[in-house]
């Protein structure tokens, strides 16, 4: 996948919107659909040899997410800023410390044992430096949780959070060196709602959810500032 455009999918499997939207998503994420940058239904489908239909049902879902967004008439892809960023990660927080609180009232017993042992794989990665093991230990913890809340609605709406945090901060901010601490962070939660203390497991999460948020402004103030120091000033 190029900045110059998108690669055709071949096979046309039955969840064809999904696949589409993946690529869409992806090239969002890898910049080949660059921020700020216009987004064409018809340019898409000829790009991925598939009818517009997928690809309008898959824009209808990333303007839903946030990485698309009005421009006019048009569609845009979201540009970088702080505020998009902070509201992204605002949005997470009120949804997260919902799904918490009903995980720790509803979850199963084996659910919450999968959430602790979810967490302690988050820890075990972090002390490891295993990035890619945290990030995928990370991202099944928060949907575990999600899932225990026992309300689809909530889940759908934490997942599509997720989703949009994700690539906002895989397209926008730097990795960060806070995986150990966040970890910890897991297994309090994790801890909290297998002792069944709702109020606990929610605000362990909205604490958590915050430090990310600055986690990720602090990267991306300080990759914004590193660009800004390299770019050429005018004599």
Request: charge should be neutral; charged fraction near 25%.
């Amino acid at each position: 996948m190029t900045p110059q455009g998108l690669a055709p999918i071949g096979d046309k499997p039955d969840s064809l919107t999904d696949i589409v939207f993946q690529a869409i998503r992806d090239a969002v994420v890898t910049k080949a659909l660059p921020p700020g940058g216009a987004v064409s239904e018809a340019k898409l489908a000829a790009q991925l040899n598939v009818s517009k239909t997928p690809v309008r049902e898959a824009l209808l879902r990333l303007r839903h997410v946030g990485l698309v967004e009005r421009d006019g008439r048009g569609l845009r892809v979201a540009r970088l800023s702080p505020d998009a960023i902070r509201n992204a990660y605002e949005l997470r927080s009120s949804l997260e410390q919902a799904s918490a609180r009903y995980a720790t009232i509803r979850a199963t017993k084996a659910e919450r044992a999968k959430i602790l042992e979810l967490a302690q794989a988050s820890l075990s990665a972090a002390d490891q430096g295993d990035g890619h093991g945290f990030r995928t230990r990370d991202d099944e913890f928060h949907r575990a949780v999600a899932t225990a809340c026992g309300n689809a609605l909530l889940r759908e709406s934490v997942e599509d959070a997720l989703m949009l945090t994700a690539a906002l901060r895989a397209r926008d901010v730097p990795p960060s060196g806070d995986s150990i601490e966040c970890a910890w962070e897991h297994v309090r939660i994790a801890e909290a709602l297998r002792d069944g203390d709702a109020a606990l497991a929610a605000r362990g999460m909205a604490e958590h959810v915050e430090h990310v948020l600055q986690i990720v402004l602090r990267q991306l103030n300080s990759a914004t500032t590193a660009a800004e120091q390299m770019t050429p000033q005018p004599s």
